[in-house]
């Protein structure tokens, strides 16, 4: 009877425990949700900003500098044919700085190479199925803003791979030990989108012009002043060369 009792009361405490443990995960799921969300709008207004400030002097920059390699290609009577291979390399580079979003030519590859390697198609179990979702809802998200360092990072991702393709392993267990489980492979998935955000070179950039603003500084303010100069050089430069 005692060894009855001591069995119903240690099959009560797991109950607790797991019933606490969920709550915990509930409760820190959702506070990373938010800060997921948080550092998504961070990012996309910062980048928006960047694009308006920078990116857009960045390309018209590039495109006065073509005009004058064009202009001293004809007072040096170079024939434009002959220079071909030069101009086509100029204007890839020129491209790659000036626009920030890549063609998408080479974003479409990029996410099917993470399509083929991660689509839920071929997932083993449920779980596995749901993980495969998530990961290319990033994906998704990554093609629809030009987003090609993500991508990038998704493709290389050896413990997103490794965790992807883990065993299920709680299809047959009690509803509360399925839902642990759940819950902590979705904290695990938006923990990830968290560290690829830190992680990338934007955000990065979006750190470092916060702190010069707080010490009174306005750096992509100043980049883009510093931009219009070289601007108003080369335009000047044009105007002397035609």
């Known amino acids: 009877m005692q060894s009855l009792s001591l069995h119903s009361s240690s099959e009560k405490s797991a109950h607790t425990d797991l019933a606490q443990e969920i709550a915990r995960l509930e409760a820190l799921l959702i506070e990373r949700r938010s800060e997921l969300v948080a550092l998504q709008d961070e990012l996309r207004a910062f980048r928006a900003l960047y694009t308006q400030l920078i990116g857009s002097r960045l390309a018209e920059l590039a495109e006065v500098e073509r005009a004058i390699k064009e202009a001293e290609r004809e007072a040096l009577g170079i024939d434009h044919a002959d220079d071909e291979d030069e101009a086509s390399a100029h204007e890839t580079v020129d491209a790659a700085v000036a626009d920030p979003v890549p063609v998408k030519g080479s974003l479409r590859k990029l996410f099917w190479a993470v399509a083929r390697m991660f689509h839920p198609d071929h997932a ?67 923990e990830y989108g968290i560290k690829r955000i830190r992680q990338d070179g934007l955000y990065r950039l979006k750190l470092t012009t916060d702190e010069e603003a707080l010490q009174g500084r306005d750096a992509l303010t100043a980049q883009a002043a510093q931009l219009d100069r070289q601007i108003t050089k080369a335009r000047r430069r044009l105007e002397h060369l035609s």
């Open 124 to 190: 083993s179990d449920e779980g596995e199925a749901r993980r495969r979702h998530s990961i290319m809802a990033e994906a998704s998200r990554a093609y629809q803003e030009g987003d090609l360092e993500s991508l990038h990072t998704l493709l290389g991702d050896e413990e997103l791979r490794s965790y992807c393709a883990s065993a299920h392993g709680a299809e047959d267990e009690e509803d509360k030990a399925a839902r642990l489980l759940n819950l902590r492979e979705e904290l695990r998935t938006v």
